[in-house]
Antibody, heavy 120, light 109 residues
């Protein structure tokens, strides 16, 4: 059974960098079929796709976040990571990592989510 | 790339059917075969209920169905049950990026 688990600081100061890691168990991140994604949800608001990565390092980012986001993959640790620079209070959200079922944007596997607050 | 447009709320009585619309543009919903829907009960993780416009993952009841016409995708839930009460989000692929709808709150009366 595939399991995804987000980890990282729950509090980040404004202008600093938000860094999260998603650890994958029960399956290999190096599968030739799936993209892995970061999706966030501000409190009381809707879902927002941040970006996706393939195990080879190919990435796609939300255009409005592209200048501040880096998603990377570490196949040796079966992990992928999110770095979001120059954060503001608007970046406060529950951050989810997810994996496709086997098609395109059919995210059938999700982590439990981790709340990251941006505050001084 | 603004969010796909969904009604903020819909409601229905147990046993009835409801349809949630998701309107995009010719750059996303209109040209994508990759439209998915997610169900998110309060305080829970989103769950995939429809992918590729009208396919259901294993374990999702056939009361949930999806369709698309032009720039609008739709989710229909028939035989409403109390535990269908949740937020529902559509999602579309748009060549090099992905866009979600703003979400619809379904209330079962």
């Amino acid at each position: 059974q595939l399991h995804l688990q987000e980890s990282g600081p729950g509090l980040v100061k404004p202008s600093e960098t938000l860094s999260l890691t998603c650890t994958v168990s029960g399956g290999s991140i190096s599968s030739n079929t799936y993209y892995w994604a970061w999706i966030r949800q501000p409190p009381g608001q809707g879902l927002e796709w941040i970006g996706s990565i393939f195990h080879t390092g190919i990435t796609f980012y939300k255009p409005s976040l592209k200048s501040r986001v880096i998603i990377s993959v570490d196949t040796s640790r079966n992990q992928f990571s999110l770095n979001l620079i120059s954060v503001t209070a608007a970046d406060t959200a529950v951050y989810y990592c997810a994996r496709e079922l086997g098609g395109v944007i059919d995210w059938g596997y999700w982590g439990q989510g981790t709340l990251v607050a941006v505050s001084s | 790339q603004s969010a796909l447009t969904q009604p903020r709320s819909v409601s229905g009585s147990p046993g009835q059917s409801v349809t949630i619309s998701c309107t995009g543009t010719s750059s996303d919903v209109g040209t994508s075969n990759s439209v998915s829907w997610y169900q998110q009960p309060p305080g829970k993780v989103p769950k995939l209920i429809i992918y590729d416009v009208n396919k259901r993952p294993s374990g999702v009841p056939d009361r949930f169905s999806g369709s698309k016409s032009a720039n609008t995708a739709s989710l229909t839930i028939s035989g409403l049950q109390a535990d269908d009460e949740a937020d529902y989000y559509c999602c579309s692929h748009a060549v090099t990026y992905v866009i979600f709808g703003g979400g619809t709150k379904l209330t079962v009366l």
